[in-house]
């Protein structure tokens, strides 16, 4: 006896609904990349002092710092010291209007110098690192209508705020 065999055509692929997909995901991810924007600052980390004494004679070049404490914020010279000391505000924010007015000084006296070093302590506050670095940076002045950006020190450098050394009594025996 013979046997007899259906023949079966080969199954096709039913892939119209995974097109649907594709056709309805594609526009969505290529609109929604268009909208995504990365903004970049270059930064470099704080030379070291080397305290040489070729580097100690440079007296009109000024590297100036910035150290965010959390009581104060204060601006010096790497060679020179302390220039002035900044309080905060009542509230316990970084004084950020002295801290300009204090830069915009500075920046009369060095024209030319246009990099400082802003040095935090580890338990700085991100949003008040920025904040400083803004006001190191520059600022915005009005002239007649038009709003235009005033450059102090655009090249900022952040590094870690040196230790401060406590002073404190001998343990008692």
């Known amino acids: 006896m013979r046997v007899r065999r259906l023949r079966k055509a080969p199954a096709a692929l039913e ?12 526009p969505f991810l290529l609109s929604t990349a268009v909208f995504t924007r ?7 980390l704080p030379a070291q002092n080397t305290g040489g004494a070729a580097e100690q004679l ?13 009581e104060s914020i204060e601006v010096g010279d790497r060679i020179g010291g302390l220039i002035e000391r900044i309080p905060n505000t009542a509230q316990g924010q970084p004084d950020l209007a ?21 040095l935090a302590e580890p338990d700085t506050v991100y949003d008040k690192l920025v904040q400083v670095m803004d ?3 520059g600022t915005h002045v009005l002239q007649g ?18 230790v401060r050394h406590k002073t404190s009594e001998a343990p008692a025996q």
């Open 145 to 162: 209508r038009d709003i235009v950006r005033t450059d102090y020190f655009p090249d900022i450098a952040i590094g870690d705020a040196p």
């Open 58 to 70: 440079k007296v009109d070049h000024l590297q100036l710092e910035v150290v965010i404490r959390p």
């Open 135 to 137: 006001a190191v940076r």
């Open 98 to 118: 002295a801290l300009s007015a204090l830069v915009k000084q500075i920046k009369v006296k060095f024209p030319e110098q246009r990099d400082a070093s802003v």
């Open 38 to 44: 990365i903004a970049v600052m270059d930064m470099s």
């Open 15 to 26: 892939i119209s609904a995974f097109l649907n997909l594709i056709v309805v995901l594609v």
